[in-house]
């Protein structure tokens, strides 16, 4: 048998090296057939692509047009027959036009597109104007040569016919799936006809004569230099000598041409004749239409020569494949023949080796077995069916059970479970076929402690008998953790329940919940979370279009940070939430965690607070004073009403870019109003002056208070223009400067003549009263009349020119005042007694309101100048009284200090409207009857003498019950003694 495997093995390495050879040559062989086969279809695709260029119909119909609407065609012989005239270019002209025609009902046959038509349609309207101008041309010939203005008869405006040439010359191009640069030979000489035909260089040549527009010399050229490159393609062809003259003929024509425009723009610019320049603008064409015909022709022989190319490219091919197929065929036969007769060779040789190998495998399997079981972390006991003895222990189960595996073989595996009751449940249920696993087991290990298994047991035969292979893994620590883990999902659930923020976990893709705290429940208006739970979380959503940016913010960053959202309740009431998603993991699939807070009451208060900020504002735009907050740092506008524009004449927008240091005349008067914000917190308002946007200056009352704004101090500012009152006060003021210095005039002037009148009415009273005293020559009843009227009328009059005196001097500031401490009481005791016979004469009763502290009280006054008022207010209340005819005079003390002195009588009153003229100056309210003498004069000296010792007088009044005239003085030490308090003083009347 080694004999026979050493020679097969020498054998077999011979066929195997003989079969790599055949293989190489096969492989080079069918890499040389296919390398020309790629050739040979390179070269057919490219003719083939030739081919089909010239066999497409519609560019065939094209082609035709071009040929007879360009050069040597219909724009040719209709431009000669205007420039140089001859009715023989008629004929031509009408063959040309009825060719056409023809042309495109052949091409209107295919089937068109609406564009195509459109095209065709626009082409024969130009043909038309064609045939109208020829009749017209023919008419002018039989009569003569044509002028001028005839050419520009004759002019035909054919765009329409030159867009659709373009049109069909490019839908024919797309249809045949050519590109310009990649045509071959007979396409190139196609569009070689097409650029120097109609809408192309001969064209826009004949045109150019024709018209002389600089544009159409300009197109001809770019015609020109756009056929030079289709020359240059069609040279690069492999051509005849005849197709390379006849390109040599037509690039020396499109020189011709060239110099031809540029002699006729020189000869335009010099402005010669028509005449010179029709005769300069003659090129022989017979040459290139010649040329142009020979390169045609050539078409056609050129696609002969590449049909028969390509057929003889596909005898190649075909023969080329035969031979292949041969070679390849005879080769695999071989192959064959030598795979068989080594396959017979070897497998006995493979059959053996096999067998001792898989005797060795299985050895070491059993070995590798063993190891394995040794390291495996899962413990695998076997043990008799009957008995539950143990055959087999791994190390693992030594581990579990704390003892070693000589310990533990032979033992009874009843002994190691907690319940032995449990083993024989598990045998019956495998007898019975059951397969038992992963059952949670408690065993004792051997030093009587417990352990938790899971226990997965099958019931099989080793060695002839009936055994059970266990296999047990020890979860003790996977029990104690799961308890942990179950004790901290309580108190998670424990710490949601008790969250008064609403959590939540939703299935990603079906928004389906699957959990929510209680919370959580309540606050979509569910009794019970089991209630939420199941439902889904599209239908919590208020606005589908929020809902759907929640959506995209969270696909995108895979989290939505907290939101203000509005959410619908499980009864469609709507309610405003705090809401936020987290994307996470839960039973292995993608969840939504959410969370969300009810901010009902919240947003409620911002509503609240927005519409007092929207009232705030109204009043604030309302009001007829400007309100503003600038910076404090830099003098920068935050805010503005609509006033403050006003003041300064610009718009509210303008105003808003503007800095408030562009309204301050004198800046350092800012300077000074910070100082005093810094060290005050506040500026009450001053008069300052402003300027406006326009430059204009202005006076304005203008308050600052400085105020915090986010943190932030800033000014909050007040103006109000000030401008005309203070204008007006400033007149004001002028016109009172006039009054006082007249006011001081006059009574520098009464001074003057009260003492001028004094003196001779002294002697006027002196004398009366020495006829009145005269014994020596008595006075009879009736003289003594008149001279009592003269006493009482001197000294009236006296008493008003002192008066008039005293006002005098009051109002020059003439008048001393000896301020002192004086006794009140007894001040109105001594005033009582001087006028005790005006009193008795109108029988008037004083009342005296006073107190045992009154008695005391003591005032800072002018004794002279207190007698005078107060003798004034009695006389009046004396001459004045009437009803009751009672005269009150009292004091008390006032808060702030003060001694009101005040003087009640039982009078006729004042009238509420006439109030205010009581200590106006020569006004008496009584003037007109009762015979009360008076000047008016001395209520207004009262009130200049009190306030001159810096008291207030005043007086209140009821009409029909009487008067209470009052003064108020500074007590001495400015103490507030007890007296004849408010409510105990006595009401007119």
Known sequence: MNRLNKGGVKQTNLIAWLLVGLLIVSAVLVLWVTDSIRHNVASIHEKWEALSESSNYKRHIVDKLHADMGFGGLIHRYADLIIRGGRLHIEEIRESIGSIETQLQEYGAETTSSAEQRAIIG??????????????????????????????????????????????????????????????????????????????????????????????????????????VILGRIAAFELGEQELLAVSILLWSMDDYTKTLDKVAEMIRQGQSIHALDVAAYVDESLPLDALNILKKSVRTYNQEQTRQVGQSLRNIMQMTSTTVSAVVLLAIIILIAFYWLLNVELLSIFSREKQSLEDELKGMRLQLTDVLDVSPFGFVITHQQGGRIIYANQAVTAMYGAERSEL????????????????RYIHRLVKGEVVRDEQEEFKRQDGSRLTAMLTCKLTTFNNEPVVFNWIYDISDRVVTEKRLSESEQMLNTILESMPVGVGIANKETGIVEYCNSRGAELFG????????????????????????????????????????????????????????????????????????????????????????QQLRTILESAPIGVGISSKADGKLYFCNTKVAEI?????????????????????????????????????????????????????????????????????????????????TLALEHATQLADRANRAKSIFFSNMSHELRTPMNSVIGFAQMLEADPRDPLTARQEKCVGHIIKAGRHLLDLINEILDLSRIEAGKIDFNIEDLPVNEMISECLDLITPLIEQHQIEVIRFSTRQSDGYRIKADRIRLKQVLINLLTNGVKYNAGRRQLGIGC?????????????????????ERMNEIFTLYRRLNAGGGGIEGSGIGLSITRKLIEEMGGSVGVESQPDRGSVFWFELPLVNGVAQAGVSRDESVAPG
Not at 409 to 420: A, Q, T
Not at 549 to 554: G, H, K, L, V
Not at 681 to 708: H, M, T
Request: aromatic share 14%; hydrophobic share 40%; with cysteine.
């Open 892 to 912: 008390w003390t006032t808060a702030a200090g003060m001694l009101r002195v005040f003087v009640a009588d039982t009078g006729v009153g004042i009238p509420p």
């Open 526 to 613: 569910y009794l019970d979370r089991t209630d939420f739970i199941g439902k889904s979380t599209i239908l919590a959503w208020a606005n589908d279009r929020q809902r759907l940016e929640f959506y995209n913010t969270f696909n995108q960053l895979g989290y939505v940070p907290e939101q203000e959202i509005q959410l619908r309740k499980a009864d469609g009431y709507l309610f405003w939430v705090l809401l936020g998603w987290e994307s996470i993991q839960y039973r292995d699939e993608a969840h939504v965690l959410f969370w969300y807070h009810d901010i009902s009451e919240r947003k409620k208060m911002q509503e609240d607070l927005r519409r007092s900020e």
């Open 123 to 228: 082409i024969r309207s130009v043909l038309d104007t064609y045939r109208d101008n020829l009749r017209l041309a023919d008419t002018l010939l039989q009569k003569g040569t044509l002028t001028m203005a005839d050419d520009n008869r004759l002019y035909v405006d054919d765009r329409a016919a030159i867009d659709g040439m373009k049109l069909l010359y490019r839908q024919a191009m797309d249809e045949a799936g050519v590109v310009d640069t990649a045509m071959g030979y007979g396409g190139q000489v196609d569009n070689l006809r097409r650029v120097l035909g109609y809408g192309g260089m001969i064209h826009f040549f004949k045109y150019y004569l024709l018209t002389r527009q600089e544009r159409y010399r300009k197109f001809a050229q770019t015609k020109l230099a756009e056929a030079r």
């Open 409 to 424: 073989i032979g033992k009874c595996s009843p002994e190691f479970f907690v319940k032995p009751e449990s083993r024989s």
């Open 648 to 728: 300064f004449r610009l718009t509210h927008e303008s105003l808003m870019t503007r800095n408030v240091t562009d309204f301050w005349v004198d800046l350092s008067q800012r300077e000074e109003f910070l100082q005093a914000l810094q060290s005050a917190g506040e500026v009450p308002e001053r008069e300052i002056e402003l300027q406006r946007a326009d430059g204009s200056r202005f006076w304005a009352l203008l308050g600052w208070k400085s105020i915090r704004i986010h943190g932030v101090e800033q000014v909050l500012f007040w103006v109000y223009d000030y401008d005309e009152l203070k204008q007006t």
